[in-house]
């Protein structure tokens, strides 16, 4: 009969022990695992919000006489008399931060006819679609020559898809209005940049340029640096809520999974300590019969490997699991299964290490006794 056969023979003989240690680690394994990954998800569905929310940073010309605004870009008065972006600024900034970005520069200002003054927005509407998906456009979406109006501005002025928009320097078919969005877009004339600075005059320059990026802070710290006569923005304030509530979800997960630990430890500590002591006489016999100290030794640690083992195992799969069940719960519908191996890894580790350690000091104490001390608990 090897050590192996021994150590499991001597678990099955204890099982309300046995039962205990294994359902305790299991129980501080899963809890950690489960706040550990509920925190990583909410954090991960933070990030994705954040990047498909819309421009997380804008570029925008330096100006202080400011009354008007678009999509945070300020303007004075309806000549919009501000500064311009240089005109190879999406160029660097394409350089700089490569195709991972998605950037949609902008050409804003104004045309009157008849007595009206109306702003003039030219995109790119294929990159402009691609960071605000919340825009709906009925119709669809202009060309050269060609026009798409916010809603308020078609209710204001009973326009509707297929009319003609009179906007001083020509004539343009509106070929689609944008639906509500509660912003300036409602009052907006949408069309492409080459139009746009026909109609504006703003021959190479550019009036905004928002970018879409998974790093805003190292994005706003790079192009700070490379455009030096513009205002880079970080926009935080669309997520700052949930930011707040994930940093302190967060904290709170990892103070209970901290204190979890210690405790778990501890009681892990005492029991394993006093089943040691409780077998002093099962090991003076075995001293007596011929087991040397490390075979003792290795005996007791197998014993505890397989019971830390099979705990840890048992708590990560429910830890793995139970952030499904919750996620609903807290307002996240999009958890799906993943292994997280270096996590699971990490945890077992810990508890394998744990279950050592706390063996190692009893047993040593009973083991330094004298043969002769020992039997005197048989």
Do not use: C
């Amino acid at each position: 009969m090897t050590l192996n056969h021994i150590a499991l023979e001597n678990l099955r003989r204890r099982p309300g022990k046995t039962l205990f240690l294994i359902l305790t680690f299991a129980f501080i394994v899963s809890t950690i695992s489960a706040l550990t990954i509920l925190a990583l998800v909410m954090k991960e569905d933070l990030q994705k919000s954040l990047t498909e929310y819309g421009a997380n940073v804008v570029i925008s010309p330096r100006s202080e006489h400011l009354n008007l605004s678009y999509g945070g870009l300020s303007v004075s008065g309806v000549e919009y008399e501000v500064k311009k972006l240089d005109a190879d600024a999406v160029e660097m900034i394409s350089q700089e931060m490569g195709s991972e970005v998605t950037i949609a520069p902008k050409v804003i200002g104004s045309a009157e006819a008849m007595g009206k003054t109306f702003m003039i927005i030219g995109v790119d509407f294929d990159q402009e679609l691609k960071i605000k998906p919340w825009w709906k456009i009925e119709g669809r979406v202009a060309e050269d020559n060609q026009v798409v109006i916010g809603s308020q501005l078609a209710m204001n002025s009973n326009l509707k898809i297929g009319d003609i928009l009179d906007l001083g320097k020509g004539k343009y078919p509106v070929v689609g209005i944008m639906e509500e969005t509660g912003g300036a877009e409602d009052q907006g004339v949408f069309t492409t940049i080459n139009t746009a600075r026909s109609l504006t005059d703003i021959t190479s320059e550019w009036s905004l340029i928002e970018l879409n990026t998974q790093d805003t802070a190292q994005t706003v710290t790079q192009l700070t640096s490379v455009l030096r006569s513009a205002n880079v923005t970080e926009v935080t304030q669309l997520v700052q809520g949930s930011k707040e509530s994930l940093e302190r979800f967060a904290s709170f997960s990892s103070t209970i999974s901290l204190a979890m630990g210690l405790i778990g430890a501890l009681v892990i500590i005492v029991t394993l300590a006093g089943n040691v002591h409780d077998r002093a006489r099962e090991l003076g016999v075995l001293r007596a019969i011929g087991f040397r100290q490390r075979h003792i030794l290795s005996l007791l640690g197998r014993e505890v490997l397989i019971t830390s083992l099979t705990g840890s195992l048992l708590g990560y799969i429910i830890g793995v699991f139970v952030p499904l069940v919750l996620g609903p719960l807290l307002g996240y519908s999009n958890f799906a299964f993943a292994p997280y191996v270096g996590l699971g890894s990490a945890l077992i580790a810990g508890s394998l290490l744990v279950g050592v350690l706390a063996m190692i000091y009893p047993a040593w104490r009973i083991l330094k006794l004298n043969l002769q001390d020992v039997l005197k608990f048989i």
